[in-house]
């Protein structure tokens, strides 16, 4: 599985987009670009993927390059419940598959 | 509709110790997968039960064991606990090995003095 790299830190003001940016330039063609937020002291909690088109939820979007090796998370009005690591993660549905978080970005929205 | 559920929240063991942690996956779903997450770090996948079998395993020793019901629920075995084995302990689920998005619980917070 590709492997990829994130900005250790990101802040945010309240109210205003957070855009966490994810290196993948190792995608291959059947995997999948997932992204998922980590609140302290809880588990991983899913927030949206995507193979190449963007993708829209009522949590986030994703916006995932044509040539697909990098991605952003966009948070479109970020609250101070969005502070929490953010990682990005790729991987191929079907087959041998180790899933493998890096650090990811620890997002802090300040007031 | 129940998340997936982890027991006990934190736990403290004496180096040498064993011990077991438990989880009950989201309803519906039949795969469960752990990880181990230190502190700062990223969750490091351990290994993953389907139909009552290990089918994944990540780089962990064999000291590192598990067992899945037939309910789907999970145990994680850890034997001769070594300080570094101080993590947080998480389990997720998933319908089908391959399923996503994985469904995670809260963790098991296990501290070894």
């Known amino acids: 599985d590709a492997k990829t790299t994130q900005p250790p830190s990101m802040d945010c003001a309240e109210g205003r987009a957070a855009n966490l940016p994810c290196n993948h330039s190792?995608?291959?063609?059947?995997?999948?670009v997932y992204w998922y937020r980590q609140i302290h002291s809880q588990g991983p909690q899913y927030i949206i993927h995507?193979?190449?088109n963007n993708e829209t939820n009522e949590m986030a979007s994703l916006i995932i390059t044509e040539d697909r090796k990098s991605s952003t998370l966009i948070l479109p009005h970020a609250t101070l419940r969005d502070t929490a690591v953010y990682y990005c993660?790729?991987?191929?549905?079907?087959?041998?598959?180790?899933?493998?978080f890096g650090r990811g970005t620890s997002l802090i929205v300040h007031p | 509709d129940a998340g997936v559920t982890q027991s006990p929240t934190h736990l403290i063991k004496t180096r040498g110790q064993q011990v077991t942690l438990r989880c009950s996956p989201k309803?519906?779903?039949?795969?469960v997968s752990w990880y181990q997450q230190a502190l700062g770090q990223g969750p490091q996948f351990i290994f993953q039960?389907?139909?009552?079998?290990?089918?994944q395993r990540g780089n962990f020793p064999d000291r590192f064991s598990g067992h899945q019901f037939p309910n789907y629920s999970s145990e994680l075995n850890v034997n001769a606990l070594l300080l570094g084995d101080s993590a947080l302990y998480l389990c997720?689920?998933?319908?089908?090995?391959?399923?996503?998005?994985?469904?995670f619980g809260n963790g098991t917070r296990l501290t070894v003095t």
């Open positions: 997720a689920s998933s319908p089908g090995p391959w399923g996503s998005p994985l469904h």
């Open positions: 190792t995608i291959s063609g059947n995997e999948y």
């Open positions: 995507g193979l190449k």
């Open positions: 993660i790729v991987r191929s549905l079907g087959g041998s598959y180790i899933p493998t």
């Open positions: 309803s519906g779903h039949d795969t």
């Open positions: 039960y389907y139909e009552e079998e290990e089918r």
